[in-house]
């Protein structure tokens, strides 16, 4: 039971009817509330506080786990912005000297050599283009003996279909 007592005073009350001998007797005990209830409200506060320090750590561990995620692919984007300008160097370079010899040949200067280091396309085609040249150089000095009156030369061909050896023939 919940009320006041004779000063006025918010109390719990429990009553419990007694039966002592042919008398009845009544057992009344009564607890001041604030007193009963001091303890519940030490572990509510508690429970509060606890409540809002998991939420204060919950959303810090937020923050964290973004700043960490950001701080990944920060680190990656970088990492990947390496590792791409490497890697269009590695392409782009072996581009740019074949295309410097193509220039060279067209303009008519046989005398450059092309390296090719490995076995992909580039190479491939740097190749062919140093074996191009070597077939250009042969026929220049062809031509060269020809100019000198030398017919005794013999025209070796690059191929069936090689129309400027075969014009010397």
Known sequence: LQGQNYLGQEVIAAYAPLQILDLNWALIVEKNLAE????????????RNLSEMIAQAKQDSVKTALYAAAVVVLVFGVLGSFVSLWISRAVVAPINRTQKALNQVALGDLDLSIQSKGNDEISGMQR??????????????????????????DVALASEHDSLGNAFR
Do not use: C, F, N, P
């Open 36 to 47: 009963s209830t001091a303890a519940l409200d030490v572990v509510s506060e508690r429970t």
């Open 128 to 153: 062919s283009l140093q074996g191009m040249v070597e077939s250009l150089q042969a026929k220049a000095e062809l031509a060269s003996r020809i100019s000198r009156q030398d017919l005794t030369t």
